[in-house]
């Protein structure tokens, strides 16, 4: 003869079986069982992440920040598993490895990118990282865009110009001045050299038509000459005696390089329209720097362009 269990206290038949209820036992004992086992399914859960964590922030502690890097750079490849706190710790430690390390292995480049990451987490504690290298970034790239300036070095300057408007933190007047003596090199190199005679006499016969044109019909003329496709490729044209200014978006920079003679052709009938040793440039909409400057070629007897941007870097 079977006898059936005895029903324990707190407990609660279902389907035939006697289950223990949680939920309705007010006995301290069940209450702490329950906290118990909470409490195990948690860590078990987080055992696989908590250990690597714990072991990172270890050889921090005892300033070996290469293995701790290498802790947080394993966890971070397993970023979709974690959990926003794990993440932001994760996220934080390759931030402060990464600045404490240092260039060479992490140029403050890396850095830079690496702590700005990390600030993007909720409850992060890497500003006062990230603030610290953004500043040593801005000072590096202000030394290196007067040392390009005071060189010529065009294509340099403009780039540590673009870098330096990237970062947090920038001087718009400091860009601004760096900028403008970027194109008072640009205009020193395009009016450089003299134009022989014969060759604006050449240039004036090529282009007749276009030196008996008013300043608005030259302007129509270059649009035409800058519409590729059916789409005018330019947002601005400025027509002066000596120079004429065209404005490029940034989307439309691999139109223009693919169409340099039309640049060529403009400065051309530039310099038959005013006899002289005339240039055209052409500047990024966006930045308001330099990207071509067209200026006449006494060797070749036309125009040439000269690229001054770096196309991938924008």
């Known amino acids: 003869m079977h006898r059936r269990p005895a029903a324990m206290p707190g407990s609660v038949k279902c389907r035939g079986e006697w289950l223990i209820d949680f939920s309705c036992n007010r006995s301290r004992p069940s209450r ?3 906290a118990a086992i909470a409490m195990s399914v948690a860590t078990l859960l987080t055992a696989c992440t908590t250990v690597p964590l714990a072991r ?4 921090i502690e005892i300033g070996d920040y290469v293995s701790a890097h290498e802790y947080f750079a394993k966890e971070a490849e397993r970023a979709d ?36 990451a990390a600030v993007k987490q ?4 890497s500003s006062a990282i990230f603030a610290d290298v953004a500043q040593k970034e801005r000072d590096s790239l202000a030394k290196r865009i007067k040392t390009s300036l005071a060189q010529q070095d065009i294509a340099d300057a403009e780039n540590g110009i673009i870098d330096y408007r990237s970062i947090p933190g920038n001087d718009p007047r400091l860009s601004a001045a760096w900028t403008r ?18 060759m604006i006499s050449e240039l004036s016969r090529r282009f007749r038509q276009e030196r008996s044109m008013s300043n608005e019909q030259f302007r129509r003329w270059i649009e035409k000459n800058m519409t590729i496709a059916g789409h005018l490729i330019v947002s601005d044209v400025e027509v002066r005696k000596r120079t004429v200014g065209l404005w490029l978006a940034a989307n439309q920079l691999s139109n223009a390089a693919l169409n340099l003679d039309r640049l060529a052709r403009i400065n051309d009938g530039l310099v038959a329209r ?41």
């Open 32 to 34: 702490a069982i329950v």
């Open 56 to 59: 990172a922030r270890h050889q």
């Open 81 to 116: 598993k974690l959990s926003a706190r794990q993440l932001r710790v994760v996220m934080d430690g390759l931030c402060e490895t990464e600045y404490r390390i240092g260039p060479p292995s992490y140029p403050l480049t890396r850095q830079l990118k690496t702590c700005a």
């Open 122 to 125: 909720p409850g992060s504690e």
């Open 181 to 198: 003596e970027l194109w008072t090199i640009v205009d020193r190199h395009a009016s450089s050299g003299r134009v022989p005679p014969p």
């Open 274 to 314: 005013c006899r002289c040793n005339a240039h055209t440039t052409v500047a990024l909409e966006e930045s308001g720097l330099p990207a071509y400057l067209v200026r006449i070629d006494a060797a070749s007897g036309h125009s040439e362009v000269l690229i001054l941007d770096q196309p991938d870097r924008l």
